[in-house]
């Protein structure tokens, strides 16, 4: 895979779980439970022996997951992780020969930093991508604003410290494409074999991810006039003030009166989301697949689209959040 193709598939998956498996026959079963989960990335990393074999059994079994190697130290590493299949590699550090190696390989590298000067040091290496490490405990996303302002092109994967009540706050930055972490693959859960318990896990940190909330909700009406008489209802029963606009009128931010016949029977219902181009890659893994035809953007950054069918007569779009 190309650097872009490996950004790309980072950002759709928003969570890139750290794993130390040091039983290599556990491979396939944790694989599985991260994909079922709608975690379809993997780092494995060279803290246990035998990081190479997983890697390799985890592609073996699932070729389209983005599996990677972490804590890689030394180009002899390198070697062993692209050998087995490893389409990233990942470091806590920067060790210029070593991200040299790698990029020789064609294989993207994310080395570590925490300060201004290694990102000058990864941006001279010809990265525009790097891990910022320790996340939590180098200063935590407040410090990643800070030191990341000036540099413009470069963008994050924060890890260390971040979980579950403090991802979103990390995604919500757009410097940051992704964020790492081991919560979504516990040792203690590992060890007991528990992959159901991962993949609820995983799912978990998926929902809380997309924060799917209902935006507002569309009426179809025939004519300006008749969308009028609507709003004007809601309203007077209501209270909710009327906001007229060039093919609708929304009745506060809850209901939208569509001036003419708009998509779906009755309507439309949107959804909101922190990164509408992550959701759709996930409602993508459940099925649900949107009309191309409908993507809206603000500059590179996907806004808005609609899934391709209906919902019970309503068609439904996802919109991004305020």
């Known amino acids: 895979m190309t650097q872009k193709e490996v950004l790309n598939a980072f950002e759709c998956t928003?969570?890139?779980?750290?794993?130390?498996?040091?039983?290599?026959?556990?491979?396939v079963n944790l694989a599985k439970a991260l994909y079922d989960g709608g975690i379809r990335c993997a780092e494995v990393t060279f803290r246990a022996e035998g990081a190479?074999?997983?890697?390799?059994?985890?592609?073996?079994a699932y070729p389209d997951m983005l599996v990677g190697a972490g804590t890689v130290l030394t180009c002899e590493q390198v070697d062993k992780a692209v050998?087995?299949?490893?389409k990233f590699c990942v470091a806590p550090g920067l060790n210029p020969n070593v991200v040299k190696h790698c990029l020789d390989l064609g294989v993207p590298f994310v080395p570590g930093v925490a300060n201004g000067s290694q990102i000058e040091q990864a941006m001279e290496l010809g990265l525009n991508f790097v891990k910022?490490?320790?996340a939590e405990q180098a200063g935590g996303l407040a410090y990643i604003k800070a030191?990341?302002?000036?540099?413009?092109?470069?963008?994050?994967?924060p890890t260390g410290g971040i979980n579950e009540n403090n991802l979103n706050s990390y995604l919500l930055n757009p410097k940051i494409l992704c964020c790492g972490g081991s919560w979504i693959v516990p040792d203690k859960l590992?060890?007991?074999?528990?992959?159901?318990?991962?993949?609820?896990?995983?799912?978990?940190?998926?929902?809380?991810?997309?924060?799917?909330?209902?935006?507002?909700?569309g009426i179809n009406c025939d004519c300006e006039s008749e969308a009028m008489k609507v709003a004007a209802l809601f309203e007077a029963?209501?209270?909710?003030?009327?906001?007229?606009?060039?093919?609708?009128?929304?009745?506060?931010?809850?209901v939208e009166v569509m001036?003419?016949?708009?998509?779906?029977?009755?309507?439309?219902?949107?959804?909101?989301?922190?990164?509408?181009?992550?959701?759709?890659?996930?409602?993508?893994?459940?099925?649900?697949?949107?009309?191309e035809t409908s993507l809206k953007y603000s500059g590179e950054r996907l806004t808005l689209a609609y899934l391709k069918d209906d919902f019970g007569g309503f068609a439904v779009h996802l919109v991004q959040n305020k």
Request: proline fraction near 3%.
């Open 147 to 157: 030191v990341s302002a000036p540099y413009s092109q470069m963008v994050f994967m």
């Open 132 to 134: 910022f490490f320790p």
């Open 237 to 254: 029963a209501f209270g909710f003030t009327d906001k007229v606009g060039n093919s609708s009128i929304f009745a506060s931010d809850a």
């Open 259 to 291: 001036k003419s016949k708009g998509r779906g029977k009755y309507g439309h219902i949107a959804i909101s989301t922190p990164n509408v181009k992550r959701a759709v890659y996930q409602l993508g893994l459940k099925g649900f697949d949107v009309d």
């Open 190 to 217: 590992v060890k007991a074999g528990a992959w159901n318990e991962i993949t609820s896990l995983c799912k978990s940190a998926v929902n809380k991810m997309l924060d799917f909330k209902l935006a507002h909700i």
């Open 14 to 27: 928003g969570i890139v779980p750290v794993i130390k498996l040091e039983n290599t026959d556990d491979a």
């Open 52 to 60: 190479d074999k997983v890697i390799a059994q985890m592609v073996q």
């Open 83 to 86: 050998n087995a299949g490893a």
